[in-house]
């Protein structure tokens, strides 16, 4: 491992500070920057540790509820409100990783983590172009069963691999940061972007930049919500393929729905598509089909990966599905 | 004024000197130096959970994935910090007795993972396969323990003398007992 100097921060006014030497990190739960930094992938000169600061998770007037930064995913799974107002949330945590990992993992460390895919990590031998911009991408024409099908390029064709982010990105929640020149927020559907020509940009974050908290508006029909995900073994494993959905039926008919999709891209992906064809149709199998279907429309296969497609709209039907049966039998 | 007072962390109840090295982690500072070999390096990038140890009573994680520096302050409880006054912990006399382990290697990070995974379960942390959220008292089943215990492999394939021995351990623990006659009676 490359040497660095450690520092920690007591706010987050100390943190942005530190934060804004060239070279430094901000170090959270370290489940993935220690390990990026063991490949030598990463290699910051500071690593700035923010792990101790704001970890509160609390409702603020106007009902929305405020997630502090450094909130391990475990308490964030566990919070009576994230289970009683958004189920969608605490699943996708508990789906995520292993229970020691989801203890140190922090909420924005989770929303920064980077992608797993195996050339991305290959740092000697693999040509990456989110790790060295420019130098080709060797999982283009590689072993890319676990990589993107919708919002790819030439450049990057990496996958996102939260599973949090995803029920993250179907709450429309807000990202508040600051920086040297003040704080702001961002909604999570613009803070990470589609690979285009510069993958190595992963989101909207300025250098320098911290998260220092989560907002989620309140979504009543968020209180039916499910997360659903489809990995290589029962536990354990990224997913290739995740869906997170909230359903609202009003005598039979779709009233509102969120729909995103993980494993599929390069950033959580927010079905819009299936949702604008959801809204006012029968809830039942058909609709939810041509929903995912049109959603899917736009995805490409590579060598590998063509069952996602396929998986991607089996997914969508079976957690709708669920959702609306779930619907029915409370009314 | 300056102060020189030396950065520490306590380690099965020993106050310790961090390492000056920032680069080193939870693991190797165990291993390689305070000689506490039983924590296990098995892949060293959290993928197996063989170095899992605890922190401030019973939070488990991955002391590979830890750099030391960054518990200052903390209480670190590795699997030599288990067994009291020359006696096994009960969990370890468990997996004893309903062969938890084959090899060996794999069994410091189940041991404190199940703590771990025990105070979780008590606290009412949901799991993946916990069907209902409301629930605050989760019932303990071999689904649960499976589930939660995912993050910790074992190559000789010892899991069910594992999930028998947990099992076991939460029959005979005092709050499970205490708790049990309200969950029996409906």
Redesign the interface.
């Known amino acids: 491992m490359t040497p660095f100097t450690f520092a920690r921060a007591h706010d987050a006014h100390e943190a942005v500070r530190l934060g804004a030497a060239a070279g430094s990190k901000y170090l959270g739960g370290g489940t993935n920057l220690v390990d990026l930094m063991r490949e030598s992938v990463e290699q910051p000169s500071t690593l700035v540790d923010v792990s101790g600061l704001s970890a509160g998770i609390e409702e603020r007037p106007g009902g929305s509820l405020w997630i502090g930064a450094a909130a391990s995913n475990t308490a964030l799974a566990e919070h009576r409100i994230v289970r009683a107002r958004f189920p969608l949330l605490s699943r996708a945590i508990a789906a995520g990783a292993s229970g020691q990992i989801r203890n140190m993992a922090t909420v924005a460390g989770n929303i920064l983590q980077r992608t797993r895919c195996t050339y991305f990590y290959d740092q000697a031998g693999s040509r990456c172009n989110k790790r060295q911009p420019g130098q080709g991408c060797d999982a283009l024409d590689g072993a890319n069963r676990n990589h993107a099908v919708l919002g790819a390029s030439s450049a990057c064709v990496a996958t996102h691999p939260s599973d949090m982010c995803v029920a993250l990105a179907a709450l429309d929640a807000v990202v508040h940061l600051e920086g040297s020149n003040g704080a702001r927020c961002v909604p999570f559907l613009d803070f990470h972007l589609l690979p285009e020509d510069h993958p190595e940009r992963e989101t909207v974050m300025q250098p320098g930049e911290l998260i220092t908290a989560i907002e989620l508006q309140p979504l009543p029909m968020a209180a039916h919500s499910s997360y659903r995900k489809v990995r290589d073994r029962a536990s354990y494993a990224f997913a290739l393929v995740s869906a997170a959905a909230a359903l609202d039926i009003e005598d039979g008919v779709v009233k509102d729905v969120r729909l995103a999709l993980g494993g599929v891209a390069h950033k959580p992906w927010r079905a819009r598509i299936a949702e604008d064809a959801l809204r006012g149709r029968p809830a039942g199998f058909a609709a939810f089909e041509a929903a995912a279907a049109a959603e899917l429309l736009a995805a490409r296969p590579l060598r590998d990966n063509g069952f996602k497609i396929e998986l991607a709209q089996r997914t969508v039907v079976a957690v709708l599905g669920s959702l609306a049966a779930r619907s029915a039998a409370r009314s | 004024m300056q102060s020189t007072v030396i950065p520490t962390l306590t380690v099965n109840g020993a106050e310790v000197a961090l390492p000056g090295?920032?680069?080193v982690?939870l693991l190797d500072f165990l291993r390689e130096h305070l000689q506490l070999s039983g924590t296990k390096k098995g892949c060293?990038?959290?993928a197996c959970?063989a170095c899992?140890v605890l922190v401030d009573g019973e939070?488990?994680?991955?002391s590979c994935?830890?750099?030391a520096?960054?518990y200052?302050g903390r209480a670190i409880t590795s699997v030599e910090g288990l067994a009291q006054e020359g006696k096994l912990h009960p969990l370890q006399q468990a997996f004893i007795e309903h062969d938890g382990f084959q090899c060996g290697y794999c069994t410091p990070g189940q041991l404190c993972?199940a703590l771990?995974?025990a105070a979780?379960l008590r606290?009412?942390?949901?799991?993946?396969v916990?069907v209902d959220?409301?629930e605050q008292d989760i019932a303990f089943s071999s689904d649960e323990v499976?589930?939660?215990?995912?993050?910790?492999l074992c190559r000789c394939g010892a899991y069910n003398g594992i999930v028998a021995a947990l099992t076991e351990h939460h029959a005979a623990s005092p709050q499970h007992a205490q708790r049990q006659p309200a969950g029996e009676t409906s």
Do not use: C, F, H
């Open positions: 090295d920032p680069r982690s060293d990038q959290g959970g899992t939070k488990r994680i991955l994935l830890a750099l520096v960054q200052q993972s771990g995974m979780e606290r009412g942390v949901p799991s993946y916990t959220l409301s499976r589930e939660r215990m995912s993050g910790n």
